[in-house]
Structure formats: structure tokens, C-alpha cells
């Protein structure tokens, strides 16, 4: 008995794809857009005047103080502030929030307490590949956690831009550390760098994400000698410096001139951003 065979379908060509259509009108060029507002990293050593020097930026200013100092400090000018901000989900929603229309500068003081926050929200809402909640950033495995902390801190700065288009300027305050350098050409040294997340590998660094993010990066550090017999002299004054020095990360796109510090200053402003 000879088996049948089943019917072949016909092939049915495919329908030929619209050829691609031009655009009638070809690429479009304008002259070089307003920036909007600044975005400005403002480092240094613990009580060296960092948050007064952002509270003395001009017009309305509003903080973010995650560090609980303005309420101890004198002689500042008249600030706001943005209240119940005591984690990482209230710092990005009140960034989100509608209202900040009439405000001239946000201050977040400090980024490296906000850091902590990103640290903690990774912790808390970030498993460990086997499902189980980890207690450090360590616990994720060799330089996981590192990774994790970097995707949750990024959006922040996509938060700020929108606050820069808007023509609002953005001064984050940070602590300091000292860093070596590495040195293709020669022997490493050591300098002063914002106190932020940076692994030696140089992936997932936060800190080197602010700074290429950055329109400024403002070192403040004390002026000192030092004597022949080793001993650090100085009358307390202190220097800004907006442009890299072997001590000391820093840039602008505005200024490369070191500037002296006085009390409750504001002409930095004037120098950086014009205003």
C-alpha cells in the first residue's frame, strides 16, 4: 500500500518594503542654545565654610540639608529648606515634585551624605543573586555591590539636569579625601578628591561620574606652609581653586583663576556663573 504524501503549501512571496524616504528637509542647524543653570561640585575639608559659601549663591536658594547644619550655623543669609527628607526615595521625589518654579539654586548638602542614602536604598531594595538581603555592599560579591550603587545614585543627576534646563542652578556640597593618582608616565601621588564612591578599578565610580557631569569642580582648602622642620604654618585664610592642580582635583568652564575666601563672601559666584 504506497503512502500518501501531504500537500505542499505555496510559498507566498513577501510584500516588498516602502522604499526609505528622505527627509525632505535634511538635517537641521541652530546657533549654540542658552546652558540654563550651573551645575557645580563644591569640595573641601569639614568646617571650611563650604555651606555658607552655597548659601550666599544669589537670588532663592533651597537646600536639601541631609547634614543638619544649617540650624547650627551663623551669619548665613535667609535660606529654605526641604523638610522629611531622610532617604534616598524622599531626595529624588521632592526633586521630581512640581513647585521649585522661582527658585534660583538647589543645594544638596552634602552629596555625600545623599550617597549614603543611594548606599542604603541599594541595601534594602537590591537581593543578592541567591535571593537573600545583603547587610554591606561587600555581601553582593567582589565588586557587585559597586556596580548596584552606581545604577541607583545615576538617576539623581538625570533629576538635576532637568532642574539645569529649567535655568535653576545646582550646587552640590561634598566632603573631602585624599586619593592617589595614578601616573602612566611616572611615580603616583597624592591629592585631594571628592569623598564619593570610586573603586581603584575606576568602574562604577560615582566620583568620576560627578566630575565629567559637573560644569565646575570647586576645591576649597586651607592656606599652609610648611617650615623647614616639617611644620604646617598658616593664618587660617583659605583659596578656591576652580582648575586641576597636583593637589587637588578641580575644573571649570568658566574660570581658571585661584580665588581668596572671605567670610560670607558671594563674589565667588560672580567669577564661576556670573550672577
Not at 556596580?147 to 529649567?166: E, K, S
Amino acid at each position: 500500500m504506497s503512502q500518501m504524501t501531504a500537500p505542499t503549501r505555496p510559498t507566498i512571496p513577501a510584500a516588498p518594503r516602502p522604499p526609505v524616504q528622505a527627509a525632505a528637509t535634511g538635517v537641521q542647524f541652530t546657533a549654540v542654545q542658552s546652558a540654563g543653570g550651573h551645575r557645580v561640585l563644591l569640595y573641601g575639608p569639614g568646617g571650611i565654610g563650604k555651606t555658607t559659601l552655597a548659601a550666599n549663591f544669589p537670588g532663592r536658594v533651597v537646600f536639601f540639608d541631609l547634614d543638619e547644619s544649617l540650624g547650627r550655623l551663623r551669619d548665613i543669609p535667609q535660606v529654605q529648606v526641604v523638610p522629611n527628607c531622610h532617604n534616598w526615595a524622599d531626595l529624588r521625589a521632592a526633586l521630581q515634585a512640581p513647585g521649585w518654579d522661582g527658585v534660583d539654586a538647589i543645594v544638596i548638602d552634602s552629596l555625600t551624605k545623599a550617597e549614603e542614602m543611594a548606599v542604603a536604598d541599594t541595601l534594602m531594595n537590591v537581593k543578592h543573586e541567591k535571593g537573600h538581603t545583603c547587610k554591606s555592599v561587600e555581601d553582593y560579591g567582589y565588586g557587585k555591590g559597586y556596580g548596584f550603587v552606581f545604577d541607583t545614585f545615576l538617576p539623581l543627576l538625570a533629576d538635576l539636569d532637568r532642574h539645569c534646563r529649567a535655568g535653576r542652578n545646582v550646587v552640590l556640597v561634598c566632603h573631602d579625601c585624599t586619593c592617589n593618582v595614578p601616573n602612566p608616565a611616572g611615580e603616583d601621588w597624592l591629592r585631594y578628591e571628592p569623598r564619593l564612591q570610586s573603586p581603584t578599578s575606576g568602574k562604577a565610580s560615582i566620583r568620576l561620574r560627578v566630575r565629567e557631569w559637573a560644569d565646575h569642580v570647586l576645591f576649597i582648602g586651607y592656606d599652609v606652609a610648611v617650615s623647614k622642620d616639617g611644620k604646617g604654618q598658616g593664618a587660617g585664610t583659605r583659596t578656591l581653586y576652580p582648575s586641576e592642580l597636583p593637589h587637588c582635583m578641580a575644573k571649570s568652564r568658566t574660570c581658571r583663576e585661584q580665588m581668596q575666601i572671605a567670610e560670607g563672601t558671594a563674589d565667588v559666584w560672580s567669577a564661576i556663573c556670573g550672577k
